[in-house]
């Protein structure tokens, strides 16, 4: 029988609760370590409606005296993904309308105890509880998660091992002091060698700072994120703990995303050996948008949360530009954030009627359709954990425009402006400097103007298309990671050392004894 059984704990898991990327990849990891035999469960709060997607929901156990009260552990699977899940109800915590902010965009003002009940509840399956199997190993994911770490040290559960992954280091967390008796936070942990930075309670430092092991979703992202331009504000603790920081890049669902399969593009699907199809998206991509029927337009695609993270102040300055200077070029945006954004957007749509469109609103099947219909997703971001929206793009033969960070500078493969154009025969996208307009629009124009070399781009488009970005590498990394920390024994046992996950610290140093790992700061 396998010694190592994971709890997962998360904020949101696709299709059950979704606000970006973290719920896919949450999914992608569970399917992919249960079809690679490692016994696991997901934790997740039980928002609205969530019980209702799960099939045989029993209740497994009361939670008595839990931050925000009294709560009751649910037990389900999900027909969709298969997995089984765990949901903490309390229904005056979680039955409410959006997972972290209302339906404008605001914070729910209880988060702090929202995720601090969902840490201990984590904590009391991992102590054990009548009729469910105790796992060996619990994995945290983001701030919404990172008090369990701390709070499994708390109530001396040192037989169990933790794991926290940043997905995004932006949020952290933060809340006043004076919750942390409410929290359940012992005396010992509030200092800033604890859970405080900033004067205040930081779930994710506490996470960073207790868990056995931290993880990340790129190598760039590992780097950069021990650097004060990326650290926000968390780079000593990361650098201190470089030795147990281990970067393990994501994957991406090639089922739920691949255009051969793909049920929102109804009959018109398509693969990398024929594309034809493609073309027919992009008329209903038109036709969805309001844009002018033209196949010969350039169409690109933007398909992402409007924020200063995803860059969209910039491409609010570049898109008319773009516009102004390619006659032939047609826009279209799919996303939501922060308002100014969002009204900044729909004016440059109403400025350019029949070539730029704008929907604002979270819409999975338009995403789809965003992909199959668009030539070109741009896609920039001042940091980048991973980026799995380029990577879902690239399978629909849509080549992403992207900035050199984190996960995006490691899977687009762009030699550069600089290069011979033969050179881009071997790309798969493109990647620019910096966070300026004139960057981007001039990405935009190479994008454009390679666009013009038909078969340059089609292979382009078919190194996109088949690059290999699923589960199965991490999975083997995931799966080494957590027998490494439950089983004692296990290193010694597996003679295939490539297989370990290497820290970011030994992975610069390997690099500076010349191995092929990339370098550490
Ligand atoms: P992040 O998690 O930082 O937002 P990722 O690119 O890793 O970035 O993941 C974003 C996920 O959220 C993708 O699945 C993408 O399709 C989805 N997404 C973002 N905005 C929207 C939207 N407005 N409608 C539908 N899906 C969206
Ligand atoms: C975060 C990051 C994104 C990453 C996703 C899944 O939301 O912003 O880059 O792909 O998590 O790990």
Request: proline share 0%.
């Given at each position: 029988m396998a010694k190592t059984r994971t709890l997962i704990v998360a904020g949101e898991a696709f299709p059950l609760a979704k606000t970006g990327g973290l719920g896919d990849a949450i999914t992608g990891m569970a399917r992919a370590l249960t079809e690679a035999h490692m016994p696991l469960n997901v934790l997740l709060p039980a928002y609205r409606g969530v019980r209702g997607k799960l099939n045989r929901v029993r209740t497994v156990a009361a939670l008595p005296g839990l931050p925000g009260g009294d709560a009751a552990l649910l037990e389900g699977r999900c027909p969709q993904s298969g997995l089984d899940y765990l949901l903490l109800e309390n229904d005056a915590l979680y039955d409410r309308a959006g997972l972290y902010a209302d339906e404008n965009g605001k914070e729910h003002p209880d988060n702090g105890v929202r995720y601090a009940a969902l840490a201990h509840a984590a904590v009391r399956v991992a102590a054990g509880l009548p009729g469910l199997v105790r796992p060996t190993l619990v994995h945290a994911h983001d701030w919404?998660?990172?008090?369990t770490p701390l709070l499994l040290r708390a109530a001396g559960l040192d037989d169990v091992k933790s794991v926290m992954t940043i997905h995004?280091?932006?949020?952290q967390g933060l809340f006043p002091m004076e919750c942390a008796d409410a929290f359940g936070i012992p005396e010992w942990a509030r200092g800033d060698d604890g859970a405080q930075s900033w004067g205040r309670l930081n779930f994710l430092k506490a996470g960073i700072r207790y868990a056995d092991r931290v993880t990340t979703v790129s190598r760039t992202y590992a780097r950069e994120i021990m650097t004060p331009a990326f650290g926000c504000g968390l780079d000593d603790l990361l650098r201190e703990r470089a030795g147990d920081l281990l970067p393990i890049p994501n994957g991406i669902d090639d089922v739920l995303w691949n255009p051969a399969r793909d049920p929102y593009l109804r009959s018109h699907r398509y693969g990398p050996r024929d594309l034809s199809n493609k073309i027919h998206c992009k008329a209903a991509l038109q036709r969805e948008f309001g844009l002018r029927p033209d196949p010969g337009a350039t169409l690109i695609g933007m398909g992402n949360r409007l924020t200063e993270q995803k860059m969209a102040d910039v491409a609010i300055q570049s898109l008319p530009d773009a516009l102004d200077r390619h006659p032939g070029l047609q826009v279209v945006i799919l996303g939501q954030g922060e308002q100014r954004f969002e009204q900044a957007l729909k004016d440059i749509a109403a400025r350019y009627p029949g070539r730029c469109a704008v929907h604002i609103g979270y819409d999975e099947g338009i995403a789809h359709r965003l992909h199959a219909g668009s030539d070109i997703l741009l896609h920039a971001s001042r940091f980048e954990p991973f980026g799995l929206t380029p990577l879902y793009a690239m399978r629909y033969g849509s080549l992403p425009i992207g900035s050199r960070v984190g996960g995006m500078a490691d899977t687009i493969e762009d030699p550069g402006p600089r290069a011979p154009l033969s050179m881009m025969a071997s790309a798969n996208g493109l990647l620019f400097e910096g966070d300026s307009p004139a960057a981007m629009t001039a990405a935009i124009d190479r994008a454009l103007n390679l666009r013009g070399h038909g078969i340059l781009w089609r292979l382009m488009q078919r190194n996109a298309m088949t690059a290999d970005f699923g589960w199965r590498s991490a999975v083997s990394l995931y799966a080494s990671l957590y027998r490494s920390l439950v089983e004692p024994d296990y290193r010694d046992a597996e003679p295939a050392p490539a297989e370990h996950p290497a820290s970011v610290a030994a992975m610069g140093r390997r690099t500076r004894s010349g191995g092929a790992m990339p370098a550490a700061i």
């Open positions: 919404h998660a990172g008090l995004n280091l932006a949020f």
